[in-house]
């Protein structure tokens, strides 16, 4: 069974420079999760979908971060623009379903961003 | 005060020694709680989850919860280099199934 699959694995833009990144779940997991890594810290929830639906969005910081599942499949996470404190890797997870007790979340590789 | 707190470490064990590894939880409706491993520049993977008071074992792992002290921890046995890495504890609330991330604790194993 292929994993979670993100791309680009490694970014370095300026400040004020946008980016997006990409992710590809599990075959037929429903949920999609987004979390900022910050070096040295836990991952902490961007935003949750359940197929194509947002079901949590409360800390994604959006006057410059917005996400899309159009499909229900891929996701894709823009910052637009970037600042300095967005440094982080950015990790996607998927899970069959929405109940965390019954349904393991596995996570991809990341896309380790550097904002100059 | 954080959600869920981790003493970042690195904690240093003995190849073969037990490894113990506490964390702390703010929020009383918290309902499930997790383990995470996370090897430096991997993405974490899941090694425990526990839900009920008391101890549950998997091979060389033992999580233990109280929910009356608020403190859920991981024993490692018999601890190898391989285990070093940063371990992640996670906890859900009662009303949804979000994770909520402590800052992870570091183990270093010498061999």
Not at chain 1, 57 to 84: H, N, Y
Not at chain 2, 59 to 75: H, W
Request: proline letters at 5%; aromatic letters at 10%.
């Amino acid at each position: 069974e292929a994993g979670v699959a993100q791309s680009p694995r490694y970014k370095i833009i300026e400040k004020r420079q946008s980016v997006a990144f990409w992710c590809n779940p599990i075959s037929g997991h429903a949920t999609l999760y987004w979390y900022q890594q910050i070096l040295g810290q836990g991952p902490k929830l961007l935003i949750q979908f359940q197929n194509n639906g947002v079901v949590d969005d409360s800390q994604l910081p959006k006057d410059r971060f917005s996400a899309e599942r159009l499909k229900g499949v891929d996701s894709t996470l823009k910052i637009q623009p970037a600042k300095l404190e967005d440094s982080a890797v950015y990790l996607c997870a998927s899970s069959l379903g929405a109940s965390l007790t019954t349904d393991t979340q596995y996570f991809g590789p990341g896309t380790r961003l550097t904002v100059l | 005060q954080k959600e869920v707190e981790q003493n970042s470490g690195p904690l240093s064990v003995p190849e073969g020694a037990i490894a113990s590894l506490n964390c702390t939880y703010s929020d009383r409706g918290s309902q499930s709680f997790f383990w995470y491993r996370q090897y430096s520049g991997k993405s974490p993977e899941l090694i425990m989850s526990i839900y009920s008071n008391g101890d549950k074992e998997d091979g060389r792992f033992t999580a233990q919860l109280n929910k009356a002290s608020q403190y859920v921890s991981l024993l490692i046995r018999d601890s190898q280099p391989s285990d070093s890495a940063t371990y992640l504890c996670a906890d859900t609330k009662a009303a949804g199934n979000k994770l909520t991330f402590g800052g992870g604790t570091r183990v270093l194993v010498k061999p």
